[in-house]
């Protein structure tokens, strides 16, 4: 199960153990902060780093960064997390990817309900149901068909027309009858959004995204200023990248954005509109907590305002729920689903907070050692995000596991700890 939920959310240096570093930020808790400190710090499931935001009504009422963005070697210096420190965010990418898309709607440059294949120029039919059309609801609400058994990620000079076949396809059955999570149909979404614009992904979502908010992000490391560059986040775990043997004991090893010896490398040769899998559309966003806080914000209706209060309406709104026998939970992971958002009823099973109170809407992400979350409750305007760089040990062992979610010990733990520290 493990290997299998870290499949769908990921798409994605020798240190010493010591105690986590604590960086300061604009809002302090200070009850909060020895809290998480200690949730950080503990060595059943140590993490290599935490950036966190809460917001309260609309407005940022706690921030908090613990730990090591880099974790030093061969004598390189230790970096300590910062509140504008970005972070590679895993499968929350989708959710971005989406409103990028829902401004394509809004423009009438595309539609959730035609037919993907016109836009791709070529066609997307799963071959065991041939008359039935897959739709851009489809792929937002993982009900395609589309399956990630056979890859969702590909290189530049990869197209995907050339890479969709038969054995891509799910045979139980056709688009919009069944859910099952997969990565593959974003790297769709991506594609089509560059036929529809001209427009390379990752270039496109900075116009109708990352410029219109004034973030600090991007979705290749290459592509990022160097300030951002120079405060990107490390990815760890206590495993070797390729297994999944675990050693607690033994050093922090790097998984992704370790360019202390190698800078990023550029894509420069690529068509437009073939396959936008490089830039992932799944889970390639690198962007901070404090960032992602002026994202939350805008879904909240407060801060700038990117798309119409009808058009998130839509986005939140619930599409699929699970009856038992419509699709693929996850072994619980997945219930409800929005267009391009996880949905969690504050229910046995669904609850984020030990207590509950805290009804929400979302994305999850796991992807080479980051464990990320973003939920917030639109109707009072409250939310949390928590960005984990990398743990110790395997977060859904079944010592790590939570008590009353899907989530791992420590995400219920943060979550809880912000909750009712800072939210309430």
Same mark, same amino acid.
């Given at each position: 199960m493990n290997r299998h939920r870290r499949?769908?959310? &990921?798409?994605?240096?020798?240190?010493a153990t010591g105690p986590l570093l604590a960086a300061p930020s604009r809002r302090r808790i200070p009850a909060l902060d020895v809290e998480l400190r200690a949730i950080a710090a503990d060595p059943a499931c140590e993490l290599a780093s935490l950036s966190v935001l809460a917001i309260r009504a609309g407005r940022v009422c706690y921030a908090g960064q613990f730990g090591r963005r880099f974790i030093g070697h061969d004598g390189l210096p230790d970096k300590p997390v910062s509140p504008g420190t970005l972070f590679r965010i895993a499968s929350i990418s989708k959710l971005m990817t989406t409103l990028g898309?829902?401004?394509? *709607?809004?423009?009438?440059?595309?539609?959730?309900?035609? +037919? *993907?294949? /016109?836009? $791709? #120029?070529?066609? $997307?039919?799963?071959?065991?149901?041939?008359?039935?059309?897959?739709?851009?609801?489809?792929?937002?609400?993982? =009900?395609?068909?589309l399956r990630d058994d056979a890859g969702y990620s590909w290189g530049a000079d990869v197209a995907l027309? +050339?890479?969709?076949?038969?054995?891509?396809? @799910?045979?139980?059955? /056709?688009?919009?009858?069944?859910?099952?999570?997969?990565? $593959? &149909?974003?790297?769709?979404?991506?594609?089509?959004?560059?036929?529809? =614009?001209?427009?390379?992904?990752?270039?496109?979502?900075? !116009?109708?995204?990352?410029?219109?908010?004034g973030l600090q992000a991007g979705y290749l490391p290459a592509e990022l200023p160097p300030a951002a560059l120079a405060n990107l986040a490390t990815l760890y775990r206590? !495993?070797?990248?390729? =297994?999944?043997?675990? +050693?607690?004991?033994?050093?922090?090893?790097?998984? @992704?954005? +370790?360019?202390s010896v190698k800078g990023p490398s550029a894509i420069d040769r690529y068509v437009v509109g073939t396959n936008a899998t490089p830039f992932s559309p799944t889970g390639g966003l690198r962007i901070s907590a404090r960032d992602m806080g002026v994202v939350m914000r805008m879904l909240m209706g407060d801060g700038p305002h990117l798309l119409k209060p009808a058009t998130l309406d839509l986005m939140f709104s619930r599409q699929w729920t699970y009856d038992g026998r419509n699709g693929d939970t996850a072994d619980g992971l997945f219930h409800c689903w929005g267009l391009g958002n996880e949905q969690f009823p504050d229910e046995a099973g669904t609850?984020?907070?030990?207590r509950g109170g805290?009804? @929400?809407?979302?994305?999850? &992400?796991?992807?080479? /050692? $980051?464990?990320?979350?973003?939920v917030l409750d639109r109707?009072?305007?409250? #939310?949390?995000?928590?960005?984990?760089?990398?743990?110790? =040990?395997?977060?859904?062992?079944?010592?790590?596991? /939570?008590?009353?979610?899907?989530?791992?010990?420590?995400?219920e733990r943060i979550l809880t700890a912000l909750y009712e520290h800072a939210v309430t």
């Open positions: 499949h769908l959310l &990921g798409m994605a240096l020798l240190g898309l829902l401004r394509l *709607v809004e423009d009438d440059k595309a539609a959730l309900d035609a +037919d *993907v294949s /016109g836009y $791709l #120029g070529f066609t $997307l039919r799963n071959p065991h149901f041939p008359d039935q059309a897959i739709t851009l609801r489809h792929l937002l609400t993982h =009900t395609s068909s027309k +050339d890479v969709i076949d038969a054995k891509m396809y @799910a045979t139980n059955a /056709g688009p919009g009858a069944f859910f099952t999570y997969c990565n $593959l &149909g974003w790297g769709v979404i991506g594609t089509v959004m560059e036929r529809i =614009t001209g427009e390379r992904f990752d270039r496109l979502m900075r !116009r109708l995204l990352i410029e219109p908010l206590k !495993r070797t990248v390729d =297994t999944e043997v675990w +050693d607690p004991a033994g050093p922090w090893i790097a998984q @992704a954005d +370790d360019y609850r984020l907070v030990e805290f009804p @929400a809407v979302g994305h999850l &992400g796991d992807a080479y /050692g $980051l464990m990320s979350v973003f109707q009072r305007k409250n #939310g949390m995000i928590a960005l984990v760089g990398g743990t110790s =040990t395997d977060p859904f062992a079944p010592a790590n596991k /939570g008590r009353y979610s899907s989530l791992a010990r420590f995400q």
